[in-house]
C-alpha cells in the first residue's frame, strides 16, 4: 500500500513534470509527496476489511463515502461522489446506484482496480478472489470489465506476495496464469499483448501506445503490468516506467508500485521517497490489521509453482 501511495503521488506531480530528470528534481524537492483519491480509496478499503474481516458492499461504501467527505479535494472522478449522492438521497444499496452509471451498463473504469491493493494482501491465498475482488468493486463499478480489471490487479498483488524477489521471475508463468484468472475478452486480449510485448522487448513508449493510458481498466491496467513486468527488481524504474509515458498517470503508478511494492516489500522503496510519503506511518499500521490472523478462514489458493 505504500507502494500505491508513492506510485500515486509521484504520477499526480508528472503531469507537471513529464520528463524524468524534471520529475526527479521535483519529487527531491517535496517536503511532503500527497497522494490522491487512489490511495484514499484504497485506505478506505483498507480500513473496512480490518473492521469487518472481509468485504462487506454496504460498510464499505458507507466508509468510502465518510472519507470522501472529509477529503473531497483528492481529485475524485465524478462516478463515485454520483454513487454518494444516489445512496444519500435514495437510501438504495450502493452496488444498486452503481449499476445505474453510464445508462446501465455501470463503469469500466480503473477506480475499482486503483483500490484492490488490500484485498490481494487480505486475501492473497483464497480460492475465492475473485469474488472478494467482485464485491469490493462493484461499490462503484459494476461493469463486467470493471469488475475484472479490478480481480487481475487483486490477483498480480496477491501473487506478488508470494513470490520471492532473490529467485527468478518468470514473465511467461506469471501472465499465463494471470490471463488464465481473467474472465473477460476485453482484459484476456489486452494481457496477452503485455505478455508479447515483454517477451518481444518492445519499448514502454511503443507499449505505452499499443496497450493504452486512459481511464478505463481495459486501456490502464495492462500498461501498469508492462510497467512491473519490465522493471520487476526496480521500484523507481517500475515507476518511472508507469508515470512517465503520458494518459493517466496518478493512477498508472499507483497499479503498477501496488504489485511492484507487494513483490519487493517495503525496504526495495526508495527511502528519499517513502519518507516523505503523507501519513505513512498510518498506512503501515492499517497494513498490520491486514495481515492473516487466527480467526480469519483462509481456503488455500490454487497458485501453480
Not at 80 to 100: D, I, L, N, Q
Not at 198 to 213: H, M, S, T, V
Not at 245 to 254: E, F, S, V
Not at 258 to 281: M, Q, R, T
Request: charged residues 25%.
Amino acid at each position: 500500500m505504500l507502494g500505491c501511495a508513492l506510485g500515486d503521488a509521484i504520477g499526480e506531480l508528472a503531469f507537471a513534470y513529464g520528463d524524468r530528470d524534471l520529475l526527479l528534481s521535483a519529487v527531491e524537492k517535496m517536503h511532503v509527496l500527497r497522494y490522491t483519491d487512489d490511495t484514499a480509496m484504497a485506505i478506505g478499503l483498507a480500513e473496512s476489511i480490518a473492521e469487518k474481516r472481509k468485504v462487506d458492499p454496504q460498510h464499505l461504501g458507507d466508509t468510502f463515502r465518510h472519507n470522501f467527505q472529509q477529503e473531497p479535494w483528492r481529485g475524485y472522478a465524478s462516478g463515485p461522489p454520483t454513487v454518494f449522492r444516489m445512496v444519500r438521497s435514495s437510501g438504495m444499496p450502493y452496488t444498486e446506484a452503481a449499476k445505474s452509471l453510464f445508462l446501465g451498463a455501470g463503469s469500466m473504469g480503473n477506480g475499482a482496480a486503483m483500490r484492490i491493493a488490500p484485498v490481494g494482501l487480505f486475501f492473497y491465498n483464497s480460492e475465492d478472489l475473485y469474488e472478494w475482488a467482485g464485491l469490493s468493486a462493484q461499490v462503484t463499478h459494476t461493469h463486467p470489465v470493471g469488475i475484472d480489471g479490478a480481480a487481475i490487479q487483486a490477483w498480480a498483488v496477491a501473487r506478488a506476495v508470494g513470490l520471492d524477489p532473490d529467485s527468478s521471475f518468470s514473465v511467461q508463468e506469471f501472465m499465463e496464469d494471470l490471463i488464465s484468472f481473467s474472465r473477460t475478452k476485453e482484459m484476456q486480449r489486452k494481457l496477452v499483448m503485455v505478455r508479447d510485448l515483454i517477451l518481444g522487448g518492445f519499448e514502454p513508449e511503443d507499449a505505452a501506445n499499443k496497450l493504452g493510458r486512459e481511464v478505463s481498466v481495459d486501456k490502464s491496467l495492462p500498461f501498469a503490468l508492462y510497467s512491473f513486468l519490465r522493471h520487476p527488481e526496480s521500484f523507481e524504474e517500475c515507476l518511472l516506467c508507469a508515470v512517465l509515458h503520458g494518459g493517466d498517470r496518478d493512477t498508472l503508478g499507483a497499479m503498477s508500485c501496488s504489485v511492484s511494492g507487494a513483490y519487493l516489500g517495503i525496504e526495495a522503496l526508495p527511502g528519499k521517497w517513502s519518507e516523505k510519503i503523507e501519513n505513512a506511518a498510518a498506512i503501515r499500521n492499517l497494513v498490520e490489521k491486514l495481515l492473516p490472523h487466527e480467526d480469519t478462514d483462509f481456503k488455500p489458493f490454487p497458485y501453480p509453482h
